[in-house]
């Protein structure tokens, strides 16, 4: 065997013992709590467990900035992106830029509405949570302030996985990251 093929196989085991500690760490975590894929009720139960109300809690807080992310976009009003992103959220540059632009070429978003289904969330400690849901668009319409149609974004939908982080001496959680599972796809598939 070659010094290349050696190091190649080290490596491929290196990562291989590292996946299998963080599955059993993760798998051993007695405080993880994962949501069954589905709707959530709309209203908590009379009598929930505290992670029950909890996940309940950050599911709703993640349709909330969604919903004010929706309206920065609407009113074209990037300042209201700190009250629901973490300072290190690469959606906070992004979509910063994205609203500038907007104001720089006098454009609007118009049908910006977006829904999510949830498939799952998981606690990995007290100020970190990952919700993997399937994010829904309508046809976007973007139009100039005149109301002359510009640009035509159809309906899609993507899965992603939203991180939502609590940071010391904040009283909100935050969306810290998303990532992408699978996307993007037609809405008629």
């Known amino acids: 065997m070659t010094s290349r093929q050696l190091l190649t196989v080290i490596g491929l085991l ?8 963080i599955v059993t760490l993760i798998e051993s975590d007695e405080s993880a709590v994962v949501v ?7 209203s908590a139960p009379t009598s929930v467990k505290i992670n029950s109300t909890l996940r309940t809690e950050i599911i709703f807080r993640l349709r909330e900035i ?9 009113s074209r009003s990037s300042d209201v992106l700190t009250t629901i992103y973490s300072r290190d959220c690469p959606c906070l540059s ?6 500038d632009e907007l104001l720089r070429k006098k454009r609007i978003w118009d049908g910006v509405r977006t829904s999510i289904e949830v498939r799952g969330a998981t606690k990995i400690n007290e100020h970190v949570w990952t919700v993997v849901g399937l994010f829904r668009s309508d046809t976007l319409h973007v139009r100039t302030e005149d109301g002359r149609l510009v640009e035509t974004e159809p309906a899609g939908k993507d899965l992603f996985r939203f991180t939502l982080v609590k940071p010391q001496g904040e009283k909100d959680w935050l969306l810290g990251l998303v990532s992408v599972l699978q996307g993007p796809s037609d809405e008629g598939s």
């Open 14 to 21: 290196s990562v291989l013992i590292v996946l299998t500690i």
């Open 36 to 42: 069954a894929p589905g709707a959530l009720p709309s």
């Open 66 to 74: 969604l919903r004010i992310r929706e309206e920065a976009y609407r």
């Open 94 to 99: 992004s979509d910063g830029n994205a609203i």
